[in-house]
């Protein structure tokens, strides 16, 4: 079994900064890309973020510029540091995971996601 545990969404002004820290945990052998989502209300979810376990990254081109992707290949994280954070910005980000985990001696690939945490930022 495969865990995504996110943590440091929250409420601030708009100009200012939020980190996003998603780390795995389970039955890994190893993450190809990871990614962050948001999902705002009444709106369909779209992808923020991505990176590979390369480090080649992709951004919506809302965020390009404000936001910044990383992972730590040996901790099993992705951050998401978004920067001069507007309104528009305020939605529930997921973190996802493309993984091949393993059970016994059989190894398998799935497709994972946090629990979600929100963003709020104020005008």
């Known amino acids: 079994q495969v865990q995504l545990v996110e943590s440091g969404g929250g409420l601030v002004q708009a100009g200012g900064s939020l980190r996003l820290s998603c780390a795995a945990s389970?039955?890994?052998?190893?993450?190809?890309?990871m990614g962050w989502y948001r999902q705002a209300p009444g709106k369909q979810r779209e992808l923020v973020a991505s990176?590979?376990?390369?480090?080649?990254?992709n951004y919506v081109d809302s965020v390009k510029g404000r936001f910044t992707i990383s992972r730590d290949n040996g901790e099993k994280s992705v951050i998401l540091q978004m920067n001069s954070l507007k309104p528009e910005d305020t939605a529930v980000y997921y973190c996802?995971?493309?993984?091949?985990?393993?059970?016994?001696?059989?190894?398998?690939?799935?497709?994972?996601w946090g629990q979600g945490t929100q963003v709020s930022v104020s005008s």
């Open positions: 990176i590979t376990s390369g480090g080649i990254t």
């Open positions: 389970g039955s890994i052998l190893s993450i190809n890309s």
């Open positions: 996802n995971a493309d993984v091949i985990g393993y059970r016994g001696s059989w190894a398998s690939r799935g497709d994972y």
